[in-house]
């Protein structure tokens, strides 16, 4: 089995955004070679995640909308008590999750019609990275 990393760094304009990364993790599958195993795109962050889904602009408001509701930006978490401001940046990162993979079948990416890969920033402003990792023969 042969192994192909790479790493790509986002530094958003805004505190919290969402990246269709699916052509860039296409290209670095494309470098690596390998026509059939799997890619894992993985976060290297905390307040960031990676997932799977479509890239229609109501939907990805309605994520940030889920998101908000579910794990809402408050001045209380306890996380504060250590002079951070980001405890909701956390809950969002693990309600998304950090990591997918991603199978490969005869060279390109094998998803779905409808399913892109996202980089979710929940803190940003900053530079963040993401691993891509190629796995396979
Ligand atoms: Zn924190």
């Not at 891509?132 to 023969?137: A, H, I, L, N, R």
């Amino acid at each position: 089995m042969k192994f192909h990393t790479e790493y790509l760094t986002f530094n958003t304009e805004k505190h919290r955004t969402y990246i269709n990364i699916t052509d860039k993790v296409a290209e670095i599958l494309v470098q690596s070679g390998i026509q059939e195993g799997m890619v894992l795109v993985s976060a290297m962050h905390i307040t960031a995640g990676v997932y799977v889904n479509d890239a229609e602009s109501g939907l990805i408001h309605d994520i940030d909308d889920w998101l908000e509701k579910l794990a809402p930006y408050r001045a209380d978490y306890r996380h504060h008590w250590t002079g951070e401001t980001n405890g909701d940046s956390h809950l969002k990162s693990l309600l998304i999750g950090h990591q997918v993979l991603v199978p490969v079948t005869a060279g390109k990416l094998d998803l779905g019609t409808w399913q892109q890969i996202y980089y979710a920033e929940f803190d940003g402003q900053r530079p963040k990275r993401v691993l891509v990792k190629v796995m396979g023969e």
